[in-house]
């Protein structure tokens, strides 16, 4: 069978639309359209979604029989502020001196995590479920507003920086 110029470039056409469909299929979606929980912060001006990790804490501390948290904006900043901290001097802080410096400021039953080197929500949250002190800071009985934040240092061992700040109403 002969085949003409026409059919020949139709041909390859389809074929190249068959090979283009295949490779969009194996491509992960852009860091966009990734749930917050998986989106990695170990990049230049990543940002946690504070408010889908309230979500995520809540429904934890809810099969716990404990209330919900909300995000609060000074909590934001206090987490925010100390993540900065930490990026900074290349280690996580004291929570112990943290939860002071907070309690100083008037903020009721602070509870606070600090921590370093997970690049996702996902690993974070997973990694204070297993530690008992962490654990126990998540499902803070008193706990009803939070702020979350992390910081990146990219020349650090660590490379993000995480603090988590829950108290009272």
Request: aromatic share 6%.
């Amino acid at each position: 069978m002969i085949e003409r110029p026409c059919q020949r470039l139709v041909r390859r056409a389809l074929a190249a639309a068959s090979l283009a469909a295949l490779a969009a299929c194996t491509t992960p979606p852009p860091r966009e359209q990734q749930p917050a929980f998986y989106r990695s912060l170990a990049l230049a001006g990543a940002r946690i979604d504070a408010e889908s990790a309230a979500g995520m804490i809540s429904a934890y501390r809810r099969n716990h029989g404990l209330p919900p948290v909300t995000v609060d904006p000074a909590l934001q900043q206090e987490a925010e502020a100390e993540a900065r901290r930490m990026a900074a001097a290349y280690r996580p802080s004291s929570a112990d001196a943290v939860k002071q410096r907070l309690a100083g400021a008037g903020i009721k039953a602070p509870a606070v995590n600090l921590s370093a080197g997970y690049h996702t929500m996902a690993e974070a949250f997973s990694g204070w479920r297993e530690s008992p002190q962490h654990n126990r800071t998540m499902l803070a009985p008193g706990a009803t507003r939070l702020g979350i934040a992390t910081a990146y240092a990219p020349g650090s061992k660590y490379k993000v920086y995480w603090a988590l700040i829950l108290a009272g109403p």
